[in-house]
Nanobody, 126 residues
């Protein structure tokens, strides 16, 4: 089992920045991919960004956050980050960290991820 704990959410004005962190514990050696997903009220959970846990760190972003969000990892700390800049009201959602023992795939709502955190709320005011 892998446990994931997110932190860093909060209230920010449009144009501002936040950095989310996700600390992994447990069988972290089994992790192949980690990622961030979000769910706005009344909407389906949406892929935001993923990063491979070893090697070159293949990274993918949803088009709506490209150029504004940056995913990164610190393997020594078993932590993945999501730096969010130029935030918009439409970024308001609960953000979830997730981990997979294999590759992720674009198939909502689970996207091939095996473990999920409880989520952290990000609210962007206009």
């Amino acid at each position: 089992q892998v446990q994931l704990v997110e932190s860093g959410g909060g209230l920010v004005q449009a144009g501002g920045s936040l950095r989310l962190s996700c600390a992994a514990s447990g069988r972290t050696f089994s992790i192949y991919t980690m990622g961030w997903f979000r769910q706005a009220p009344g909407k389906e959970r949406e892929f935001v960004a993923t990063i491979s846990w070893s090697g070159g760190g293949n990274i993918y972003y949803v088009d709506s956050v490209k150029g504004r969000f940056t995913i990164s990892r610190d393997n020594a700390k078993n932590t993945v980050y999501l730096q969010m800049d130029s935030l918009k009201p439409e970024d308001t959602a609960v953000y979830y960290c997730a981990a997979a023992q294999g590759s992720w795939y674009y198939h909502p709502p689970d996207y091939g991820m095996d473990y999920w955190g409880k989520g952290t709320l990000v609210t962007v005011s206009s």
